[in-house]
């Protein structure tokens, strides 16, 4: 039913009860079942022959014409959203009911008699001080005046039906709730350690487990939070997360929950909320974020006399701040807004959210805000005293840190893993790395019984700097070996993907630092480990749950659900699920690590396997980094060739990469990158690998950081080119490379599937690809029996379903660094999550950006060439810019016609890239964007 028409049923019933209201109010009012001569004014009389007395009947008032309807609208409106709001409660309740059928079945049937007994009230209220019977009264009421017969007894039937239905569970909920009450009434007492409280509390949990009523939730977890606060108990985060990790719904839509003046039960929502947040900064799980950001907006909107004002305006600001802790444009805009409506009820509280929303903005008002706070936020203030130091640089900044931070540990008690982040950030800067405070700090990071990883990362890679200006270069590479490491283990299979992503973005070291000096001591090959360590996390992960088998079905179950890349955001009366999901995957990946290392599977890294990657020719790993920039030849049958770069910098490798992306420019800077590109890069290395070039001259450029959307292909001065003189391929990593090496098998009769989208779907903002159905066309006529999705057809479900069969796939549509454009939304990594292509062998996208890794995360190859790759796809041809659609079909038909007669994808990419160039030599941005990955 639509809206209107909900609304115009609604207004329909609304009507029709008051219209029945008023003329039983009427009737009642003209008394019009008395006989004429016994009426006068608003007062009739009765005679009764037993006493020979007659007894007064007061009509109500004209204003009361209208109670019977609001009567009549109170009790519907109650009774609907009760039984709306409390379905699974009532089920729970017949369910009890099943299960004890003595006790709750003679409650009901009370329940039930309770109703006519209800008549007793109002005779009792109308007969006050007149002598009337009550068979005389109920003949009056009942047989005399029908339209107050059927309002009443319509009204006793409804509210009969919903207690008869309802009585289960509200006398199986009470008495338990009269004995929750007990119990917190003697944990507030102080007596959580007894014995028989804590034995009450367990049995308490296990009759929620049984029969887990709504209204029972937050009042039992409660109570279990209380016992997590003694001293020997477990800490009080864990507690509430184990425990609301059980919960089957938390949010409730009936108005009869949301208008619930329970201060018991927002204070327990609130407390959750805030547990939630905690985790999310313990974890970096979103879903708990998530989950803690609709809870106080739940909250927030719930009616102004269900919430004190100042409770109202400190859930207003939690939710700022968990809103900031998100950090999206419109999270942040309503974060302001939240801030400036709690500054009118709690202007002290709300000067800390203020000064956290003008950090961005106004760095030097944030912190005299939060120096006019004073003690309670002094760590909030250090770390921007650090931040501003890192903008100005006067050390006076990191002078007033240490001095803070020292008198913060100078206080008795355990040492606060921000207290020792800021003062390491401090000392660090100012660079004395043989300071007794510097060591003092360290030391107290060891001591933590559980510090975050980012501190145990900071304070690693300080060790690291600290061998380094001692000259222990050995020691200084350990130790940043370490911190690569512990990066990779934070971005943790029990993570989301997008969790995954931000954890990686946190590292202060770049794998490409570490590698560089690996190199400068002269360790070529563990330059190369180290690499292969720290790059392409997210890809390593997701290969090894799809290669890892054995003999234990559990391995194949836990593998499955570890390749979904996240979790539910949970239907709206079930609050908890992305919650319990975050929750469960955690738990799985620790059972996943823990096969891991009792069956000795997982990703190792020895340069003596990765050397297989070039079996079929050289590998050049180029790694741009801040301090040096170098080429790392890997070859199969001799020591890794190091080839020094000295004309090339990380600045450049920055710069070109967006003038390359920036499509007014394009053109014209692809022409000055090319020449200088080639002095830089592409000329020393060539000649370094011209000894070791096969008789195809494949060769295969692996770039790092700030160079991996750059296209090395393009590289060329003068009559002189990387495209002249070597068939270039691309590969994310040494490992991916070796994968699709050993996976791929060649196909004499390929099945392929064609999709094509010339027209996004109306509501976008796609321009159309007037080329996309010429290509397609071409290619359907190439290769018999080829499947084709086009327009319409082509959605991310019928080309998941094609893809298992198809050897060949190639896409002529939109694309982006998500994924690519169908008619229905995006084909990417998370909707190839756990799938099994099959055995594939080519897939050409003709669409653009579809190998441009994310800015973000530029060593972590996530992108669309990137996802088929990993799925299957042995060979992948990418773009890394946008592409014109008239050059789709002239590539696709070189390609095709190549690989149709025989050559490898690569070389029939390569063919594709010189006609391409044939007809535009003067414009290598039309033909260098093409790139081949796969063996």
Request: net charge negative; with cysteine.
């Amino acid at each position: 039913m639509g809206n209107r028409a909900r609304f115009a049923a609604i207004a329909a019933v609304v009507l029709a009860l008051v219209a029945w209201g008023a003329w039983v109010g009427w009737r009642r009012y003209t008394l019009a079942y008395l006989p004429p001569d016994s009426v006068f004014g608003n007062t009739g009389y009765v005679y009764d022959p037993g006493t020979g007395r007659s007894q007064r009947v007061l009509a109500p008032g004209p204003i009361t014409i209208f109670t019977f309807p609001a009567l009549m609208l109170v009790l519907a409106a109650f009774t609907i959203s009760m039984v709306r709001g409390h379905l699974r409660d009532i089920g729970i309740g017949w369910r009890a009911l099943r299960d004890r059928p003595l006790g709750l079945g003679l409650a009901t049937a009370l329940m039930f008699l309770m109703v006519p007994c209800c008549v007793f009230v109002p005779y009792w209220i109308h007969t006050a001080g007149a002598d009337i019977s009550l068979s005389r009264y109920l003949e009056i009421g009942f047989f005399t005046d029908i339209p107050v017969t059927v309002t009443i007894g319509g009204a006793m039937l409804v509210a009969g039906v919903f207690l008869v239905v309802a009585a289960p569970w509200l006398f199986d909920l009470f008495p338990r709730l009269l004995r929750l009450m007990a119990v917190r009434r003697m944990i507030n007492a102080g007596r959580a350690a007894e014995p028989g409280v804590q034995a009450e509390v367990a049995r308490l949990e296990r009759e929620f487990v049984q029969y887990p009523y709504r209204s029972q939730l937050t009042m039992t977890v409660l109570a279990r939070t209380q016992l997590a606060k003694l001293d020997d108990g477990e800490p009080l985060d864990d507690a509430m997360l184990r425990t609301m990790a059980t919960l089957p719904g938390l949010e409730e839509r009936s108005w009869s929950h949301v208008l619930s003046p329970m201060l018991d039960d927002v204070d327990a929502r609130y407390q959750f909320a805030e547990t939630l947040v905690t985790a999310h900064v313990r974890t970096d799980a979103g879903a708990h974020l998530d989950v803690a950001i609709r809870l106080l907006e739940g909250l927030h909107r719930r009616p102004h006399f269900t919430v004190r004002k100042a409770q109202r305006a400190k859930i207003a600001l939690t939710l700022a701040h968990a809103l900031v802790l998100r950090d999206t444009p419109a999270d942040t805009a309503r974060a302001q807004v939240l801030m400036e409506k709690a500054a009118q009820a709690t202007p002290d509280e709300a000067r800390l959210m203020r000064a956290i929303l003008l950090m961005p903005t106004d760095l030097d008002e944030a912190i005299t805000l939060l120096r006019e706070i004073g003690e309670p936020e002094e760590m909030r203030l250090a770390g921007a005293l650090v931040v501003r130091y890192e903008r100005d640089q006067d050390p006076a900044d990191l002078h007033e840190v240490v001095g803070l931070t020292g008198r913060w540990l100078a206080e008795p008690g355990e040492d606060r893993s921000d207290v020792l982040d800021h003062r390491l950030n401090a000392l660090g800067h100012l660079g004395d790395f043989e300071s007794p405070d510097l060591l003092d700090a360290l030391e107290r990071v060891d001591a933590l019984p559980a510090p975050p990883w980012q501190l145990v990362h900071f304070a690693t890679a300080m060790r690291g700097i600290r061998a380094l200006e001692s000259g222990d270069s050995d020691g200084a590479l350990a130790h940043f070996e370490q911190v690569l490491r512990i990066v990779v283990r934070a971005a943790s299979l029990g993570l989301s993907r997008a969790d995954r992503q931000a954890v990686l973005n946190q590292s202060r070291l770049a794998p490409a630092t570490v590698a560089t000096l690996a190199l400068t001591a002269g360790r070529v090959e563990r330059a190369v480990e180290l690499l292969e360590l720290s790059r392409t996390v997210i890809w390593a992960q997701v290969r090894e749950l799809r290669t890892t088998t054995g003999d234990e079905p559990r391995i194949a179950e836990i593998s499955a659900a570890l390749q979904q890349p996240g979790h539910d955001a949970g239907a709206d009366d079930d609050l908890l699920a992305g919650h319990r999901q975050a929750v469960t995957r955690a738990e799985l990946a620790r059972e996943w690590d823990e096969l891991a290392q009792r069956r000795a599977f997982g990703h190792e890294i020895r340069f003596a396997d990765l050397r297989e990657a070039a079996a079929d020719g050289p590998v050049v790993l180029v790694n741009a980094s801040a301090e040096r920039c170098d080429a790392i030849i890997v070859l199969a049958d001799g020591a890794p060739v190091h080839v020094p770069l000295p004309d090339l910098t990380e600045d450049d490798a920055r710069a070109w990469a967006e003038g390359l992306l920036d499509a007014p420019t394009r053109r014209m800077n692809a022409r000055v990158i090319a020449p200088r590109l080639w002095d830089a890069v592409a000329a020393p290395v060539l000649d370094a690998v011209e000894p070791h070039l096969g008789q195809d001259r494949r060769i295969w450029w692996c770039p790092t950081g700030a160079l991996t959307p750059v296209p090395l292909h393009v590289a060329g001065r003068d009559e002189d080119s990387v495209l002249d003189r070597v068939v270039s391929s691309y590969t994310p990593s040494l490992w991916s490379l070796l994968d699709a090496r050993r996976a791929h098998r060649p196909v004499a009769e390929p099945s392929m599937l064609i999709t094509s989208l010339e027209e996004t779907p109306p509501g976008t903002s796609w321009a159309p690809l007037p080329h996309a159905d010429e290509e397609a066309s071409l290619l359907a006529a190439r290769v018999a029996g080829a499947v084709r999705l086009a327009e319409g057809t082509a959605t991310v479900a019928a080309v998941k379903a094609a893809l298992p069969g198809s050897t060949w796939a190639h896409f002529a549509c939109h694309g982006d660094m998500n994924g690519l454009v169908l008619h229905d939304g995006s084909l990417g990594l998370d909707e190839l999550a756990g799938m099994e292509t099959g055995a594939n062998e080519v897939a050409f996208l003709s669409a653009c950006v579809t190998a441009v890794p994310d800015s973000a995360n530029l060593d972590e190859a996530l992108h669309p060439a990137a996802a088929l790759h990993l799925h299957g796809f042995s060979h992948v041809v990418g773009t890394l810019w946008h592409m014109r659609s008239e050059d789709g079909p002239v590539v696709a038909d070189e390609f095709y016609t190549h690989l149709l007669a025989g050559s490898s994808p690569a070389l029939a990419l390569h063919a594709a890239q010189r006609a391409l160039r044939s007809r535009a030599p003067q414009d290598p941005a039309r033909w260098a964007p093409f790139v081949h990955i796969g063996p």
